[in-house]
């Protein structure tokens, strides 16, 4: 992602181009893609019967959620002039904003509407690392401020141009591994400590009810990430070429590993274990689909798929928390992996930056730099996400009671349910 587009300095007259503002409509509509109908389906085949409909609408909600919110101020707290931690407030309301402005070679309407579905999506994320539990007016809530007060601040660190915390360090993240994949599932991860395991859980089956909603969620997600990687470049150009190659193999690598890690360890490949290596693959190569070459999309994806298995089966079970869809497996772990790794294989040749810091193949000090990068993000995301839980826990409370829980929550919470 080319950050501080929308509010650069005039470096240069801007000329719109329509072939990148085609391929950035259509861009925008893959990522929305992504949330509904794909991320909704890929949850809701996952969770319990009684909670298929309760998960599928956070994520339609979300959506709308985010989408005002974003318009109001998200935006302006992302990517307006600001400091290093976050923007200013110069374009709430999308005030400034003129029909005819240009973010580098495409409407920056277009620009806005791009980006707000990233933040739709990650917050939807977060929700399956605590189906089956959380009430819908807490999760509205929570989803809400932490919007405003955890991904707004993250995407102006990373994207927000000059001044920009992580942007001046130097950390890549071309589409939103740090921004999206980290952010949602170390939220996710602290969500799930906070409201603790599911009744029953480790002693009675919370096993998927309906893979074939998951296996299409998952290959909606994958079509739809071609607009998240290879949209991030915001131009029709070679350099979303190689984005969306680049993804395909680091996706289909990682499946793969996942697969047969899988069925080296117990006997028998999933549905579920293949669909969710895909994803790992996905989250993995989001950081570094615009600075690596296929050989290191093909490393990040075998890494990541047999990283992401043990996180998501081993390590889980052994410390005994209950991320009921492996947010924090798949996307927190993923997007580490992936971070680090771009800074072991981000090539100048790819870039083209002969003079851009880091951008050197087999840069030690990049790798360090996408430590920090990444550490810097947990820790801030870790605190804030708390301090809205426990605050939202004290005000409305967090959680369902056990009755609501126990016969499911779409019933209770919204009056129907799946014949």
């Not at 949330?35 to 309760?54: C, D, E, H, S, W």
Request: net charge negative; hydrophobic share 55%; with cysteine.
């Amino acid at each position: 992602m080319f950050p501080s587009l929308g509010f650069a300095a005039d470096e240069a007259p801007k000329v719109l181009n329509s072939g990148d503002t085609a391929w950035m409509l259509t861009a925008t509509a893959l990522v929305l893609l992504m949330t509904i109908p794909g991320l909704a389906l890929f949850y809701g085949g996952m969770v319990r019967k009684q909670n298929v409909l309760a998960i599928m609408m956070q994520s339609f909600a979300i959506t709308c959620l985010m989408s005002i919110i974003w318009m109001v101020v998200g935006y302006s707290l992302a990517f307006s002039p600001g400091n290093a931690f976050i923007g200013g407030f110069g374009n709430l309301f999308l005030s400034n904003l003129a029909v005819d402005s240009l973010s580098g070679t495409i409407p920056e309407t277009v620009f806005v509407v791009f980006q707000m579905t990233f933040a739709i999506i990650t917050p939807a994320l977060i929700t399956g690392a605590f189906a089956d539990r959380m009430k819908f007016s807490a999760m509205l809530w929570f989803m809400g401020l932490w919007s405003i007060f955890v991904y707004a601040p993250i995407a102006h660190m990373v994207w927000g141009g000059e001044g920009a915390l992580m942007f001046d360090m130097g950390v890549l993240d071309f589409a939103g591994g740090t921004v999206v994949h980290i952010n949602a599932g170390v939220a996710g991860l602290v969500a799930c400590l906070v409201l603790g395991k599911r009744q029953g859980y480790g002693k009675v089956s919370h096993a998927p009810h309906n893979l074939t909603l998951s296996i299409i969620g998952a290959a909606l997600l994958w079509v739809g990430w071609f607009g998240f990687n290879a949209g991030s470049a915001l131009t029709a150009g070679t350099g979303a070429g190689m984005a969306m190659l680049v993804t395909q193999i680091a996706t289909a690598a990682a499946a793969l590993a996942w697969m047969f890690s899988e069925w080296l360890a117990r006997g028998k490949p999933s549905v579920l274990g293949i669909v969710s290596g895909a994803v790992a693959g996905l989250v993995a190569i989001t950081p570094a689909a615009g600075t690596v070459a296929p050989m290191g999309a093909l490393i990040i994806g075998i890494v990541a798929g047999i990283i992401c298995f043990v996180a998501s089966t081993t390590i889980k079970n052994a410390l005994g928390y209950d991320d009921s869809l492996d947010v924090w497996g798949v996307h927190g772990v993923g997007g580490i992996v992936g971070a680090i790794l771009t800074g072991v294989f981000a090539t100048k040749a790819i870039t083209g930056a002969e003079d851009a810091v880091g951008l050197i193949d087999g840069n030690a000090g990049q790798v360090l730099t996408q430590i920090y990068g990444v550490v810097i993000t947990i820790v801030f995301t870790a605190i804030m996400s708390l301090i809205i839980l426990k605050i939202i826990d004290w005000t409305i409370g967090l959680r369902v009671d056990e009755a609501t829980e126990r016969d499911g929550l779409d019933l209770n919470l919204h009056g129907e349910t799946v014949q």
